[in-house]
């Protein structure tokens, strides 16, 4: 990216992020393959995923992988067409397909789209599919940036793989139907034969561990909550593990902290004080861990980081800061291990509530850039959160608006993540109330629990439990690339104000506090007064405002 201050952390794809901006700058062309890849057409919309089962074993000697992806799936519309949309991408390769254990189906390839020509099947009822593959698995060189499977080596020169995949989707290393808005609804198991030498994890709990006595072990791991397909990830390597139990609001949460064998003494010191204080803070603002049945894992990886649900990947070097860089610019994101709180952060913003489309990828980004000033507040106090969050501003590029076209797996601009931030921060404050901020972020991981959504629905839920039409600030951050100029000014025992730079109708009140008094504006686009004290006025500085507030705020001449 061009952004060296702010570097995207969870975009698998740098370039993908780069091709974003071309295309929206300079209108896009989406090929076919696009709209098949980012779209529900027909071959998808007729069947609804179960589960997902997932048998792999791969060759790191030559970056092969073969397996079976069995999809179980519900036939819910009754008009189905007769094909049904696999995504594979190359250059992997289908070799079989086998329905309901008996049934030898036909396929047929176009990309990475593979129709499978199935018969037609009573609307309600379950099906699964085998889907047997094979073949060179395309790979991440500088992964997370870029997606794929990563096929690294200790500092010892052992081998040592994992996946990343998200926006270039799961369909870079096993068949599915490579799209948000379908989560397997009962979970999903991960079955991984690898040399007996090494360690298999993958999300959520243990099954079986067993040694096949030629040189191999095969190891199940599952998870019984709805999982996107990015996040279902295998991790094979040296590993030790140790666990704890925490008491969370839930109950008893399952710890489990995974570090290579050579760096278990530097983990166990480091890791969970960080993961309690993430789980202190963000059961605080979001409400419970909403995966308590699959339990928490996080596991040591050779990239930087990623949000796999229950199984967090982790490659921050046991240093705090963002591989020891400030995010802040302040000081306060050397303070706390970026990876660990960032990537945490998501369990509630991208893997509890999880978008639909990837076009409304700020609702993961942006709530998951304000956990880290949520974090910030709660272990170093108010003043941090705010200058840390003023301080990711900075990232800020407004070259392109958050939110990008729809339908063809087109991800946000980097600015989702410090403009998200800065958006839901300014909310918070103009709301004036901390309380019923933090119930409209629990209310959200409640109401949304373990579902997908679209950015309407959530901005819809934020203006009806904030009791105020947040409609133009959304669209005013979201959708277009101005940021909005606060004109003021003071006289005669009142203030003068307005926004210019801005959306129609563009509304964000404006609270300020002060030790013993406070001042609510509700500014538009025409000019406003109202009565002010001398403390009032006082609040009203342009630092201030700053600090609270993404606007330009500016003292102006009366005119
Ligand atoms: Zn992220």
Redesign the pocket.
């Known amino acids: 990216m061009t952004n060296k201050n702010y570097k995207c952390?969870?975009l698998s794809v740098f370039a993908s992020a780069l091709a974003t901006v071309s295309l929206t700058q300079a209108p896009k062309k989406f090929s076919i393959a696009d709209t098949l890849r980012g779209s529900i057409n027909p071959a998808r919309a007729w069947w609804n995923v179960q589960r997902y089962d997932l048998d792999i074993e791969p060759d790191f000697s030559n970056k092969q992988l073969k397996g079976t992806s069995t999809i179980v799936y519900r036939v819910t519309d009754a008009a189905q067409l007769e094909s049904m949309q696999i995504d594979l991408q190359e250059p992997l390769q289908i070799t079989a397909v086998l329905l309901d254990k008996k049934i030898s189906i036909a396929f047929a390839k176009s990309g990475s789209v593979w129709m499978l020509a199935m018969p037609r099947q009573a609307k309600g009822s379950d099906h699964e599919v085998a889907i047997s593959y094979q073949g060179k698995v395309h790979e991440a060189i500088r992964a997370p940036w870029d997606g794929g499977f990563i096929f690294a080596k200790d500092s010892l020169g052992r081998p040592w793989m994992t996946v990343a995949c998200q926006g270039l989707g799961a369909s870079v290393w096993f068949p599915c139907k490579d799209h948000q808005s379908d989560e397997p609804d009962k979970g999903a198991s991960l079955t991984i034969t690898a040399p007996d030498t090494l360690v298999a994890i993958a999300n959520g709990r243990l099954q079986f561990t067993r040694n096949n006595n030629n040189g191999t072990s095969t190891t199940r791991w599952a998870v019984v909550n709805p999982i996107s397909t990015y996040c279902l990830i295998p991790y094979i390597g040296m590993y030790k593990k140790f666990s704890e139990v925490y008491q969370g609001e839930k109950g008893r949460l399952d710890l489990t902290y995974w570090a290579l064998d050579y760096n278990e003494a530097k983990a166990k010191s480091y890791m969970p004080d960080q993961v309690h204080k993430m789980l202190k803070a963000f059961e605080h603002w979001f409400g419970p861990y909403p995966f308590y049945e699959d339990g928490y894992q996080l596991i040591e990886t050779s990239h930087t980081g990623m949000?796999h649900q229950s199984a967090v990947s982790y490659g921050n070097w046991y240093k705090f800061g963002y591989r020891g860089r400030d995010m802040s610019g302040y000081g306060w994101g050397m303070k706390f291990d970026f990876i660990i709180i960032?990537?945490s952060g998501?369990e509630w913003f991208g893997n509890n509530l999880t978008t639909k489309d990837l076009a409304d990828m700020w609702v993961?980004?942006g709530f998951?850039n304000y956990s880290e000033t949520l974090f910030v507040e709660d272990v170093f106090g108010v003043k941090a959160s705010n200058e840390y969050n003023y301080g990711t501003r900075k990232g800020i590029k407004n070259d392109v608006p958050v939110i990008p076209v729809y339908g063809v797996n087109a991800q946000g601009s980097g600015d989702m993540y410090p403009k998200g931030g800065n958006m839901l921060h300014s909310i918070r404050h103009s709301m004036g109330n901390d309380e019923k901020f933090t119930q409209l972020l629990r209310g959200l991981n409640r109401t949304f629990y373990h579902q997908t959504v679209t950015s309407k629905q959530v901005e819809a839920y934020v203006s009806k439990q904030g009791g105020f039409n947040y409609q133009p600030v959304f669209d005013q951050y979201l959708r277009t690339i101005q940021v909005p100029k606060l004109e003021y000014y003071v006289g005669g025992g009142r203030v003068y104000y307005r926004y210019t730079n801005c959306v129609k109708g563009f509304n964000l009140p404006v609270v300020l506090s002060g030790s013993n008094t406070r001042i609510r504006l509700l500014p538009g686009t025409g000019w406003k007064n109202s009565a002010v004290t001398a403390a009032q006025a006082a609040l009203l500085t342009p630092e201030n405002i700053r600090f609270m507030y993404y606007v330009e705020p500016i003292l102006v001449e009366k005119p």
């Open positions: 952390l969870c949000e960032h990537e998501h993961h980004e998951t």
